[in-house]
């Protein structure tokens, strides 16, 4: 078939579907029209399944290329639009738009909305972009979900000459986005994540976040407001330590619900005073000499002390160990733990272990995961034998130091 037969058929088509729209699209409840048209306007759309109620002013532009799925719900104004090649709509079972939603594919454009799926009155979905909307998602009144950006770098032409953008966006199973949302191209929703209202997405969120603001930011995760409510110091460490991580990580959780509260100032000393509490209790319940923590310093592969009982002049001397050498530094590189039952006999970075006199020192690495890894270590001035359970023990304590680390890391420990 040649290109003019070609459009003649389509034209024919349009006119077929404008028929039908006007000669029943107005029909009211009384008069059986969600009945009706969807007796007819099955041999317009591409699939249509069971039980789809479609009402007054119900739109549809190219309905060849709509298909919807079984116990669909179309409110009045809801508008359809597949006009031009390529295009493909899809509404998956049990999907509602509520009265006014726009959907328009533009050109070569698959927009799809998952299973159960609810879209609130007067929102708008567009392309160019494909987009994808997966099960049971919640979409309030008055949202933006535009895939496609006007380009504007070139100051010598008309934004409109530029053209737009054409990503996409996803937004996976189970979100719920609040009124007046609006999401930009090329931007992920993670599964299960929630969005306030009139919150500007511009960036992927991860699954199962909270997100608010413009542009939208990640204030938590769902179901995890305290991110140490879950450490549990385990049982083989002793009581009294067992009991001062516990209060710790209570506090460290106090301080996190609070940090927008208070200033970068007062949010450091805070936690470097719990911190430093909790190592003095540490230092008491091991019967060691020294409790230093080590993490990596912010672009360069060196480490530096950041809270110590009993090495103090680290700090004040701000000794580095790069990664690889001395004690700590070759914790860190090869991720292993250590014991040095004579600290003479080994090469050391830090000038200021030889001159506090350490005699033993039993080290572990720190998973700080995307913020790399940290040391943590204790020491002697006495010749000690640290053992395979003093081992298990430092590594226990690792375990539930480092997520107080990894909330606060960054600004605080530059």
Sequence with gaps: MDKLNILASMRLKDRYEKLLRISLGWLPHVLMGPIVRQI???????????????????????????????NVLLRAGVRLDARNQGNRIVLNEGVGLECGVMIMAMQQTEIEVGEGSWIGPYSVLAGPGHLKIGKNCLIAAHAGIYANNHQFADPNLTIKEQGVTRKGIVIEDDCWLGHAVSV???????????????????????????????????????????????????????????????????AFGHLYELRSEVSIVQLRMIYFTMLHRLFE??????????????????????????????????????????????????????????????????????????????????????????????????????????TSEDASMIESIAEQIAPLLRFFNGSLLK
Excluded: W
């Design 281 to 386: 209790e540490i230092c008491a319940a091991l019967d060691v000499d020294t409790v230093t923590l080590l993490l990596p310093k912010s672009n360069s592969q060196d480490l530096i002390v950041v809270n110590t009982i009993g090495l103090e002049e680290e700090i004040e001397q701000q000794v580095r160990i790069p990664f690889g050498a001395g004690v700590a530094g070759k914790i860190a590189a090869n991720i292993q733990t250590c014991i040095v039952g004579n600290l003479a006999e080994v090469e050391v970075s830090s000038p200021v272990l030889r001159s506090k006199g350490i005699q033993s020192l039993l080290g572990v690495p720190l998973n700080l995961e995307a913020q790399g890894v940290g040391v943590f270590h204790v020491g002697s001035f006495q010749g000690r034998r640290f």
């Design 184 to 250: 930009l191209d090329g931007v992920t929703i993670g599964r299960g994540s929630v969005i306030g209202a009139g919150s500007v997405v511009t960036k992927d969120i991860p699954p199962y976040s909270v997100a608010v603001g413009t542009p939208a930011r990640v204030i938590r995760k769902r179901g995890a407001v305290d991110p140490f409510a879950q450490l549990h110091p385990p049982e083989v460490l002793p009581e009294a330590l067992r009991k001062a991580l516990s209060l710790s990580a209570q």
């Design 40 to 70: 007819f306007y099955r041999f317009l759309f591409r699939s249509m399944g069971r039980n789809v109620f479609i009402d007054a002013d119900v739109d549809f532009r190219n309905a060849a290329a709509i298909e919807v799925g079984d």
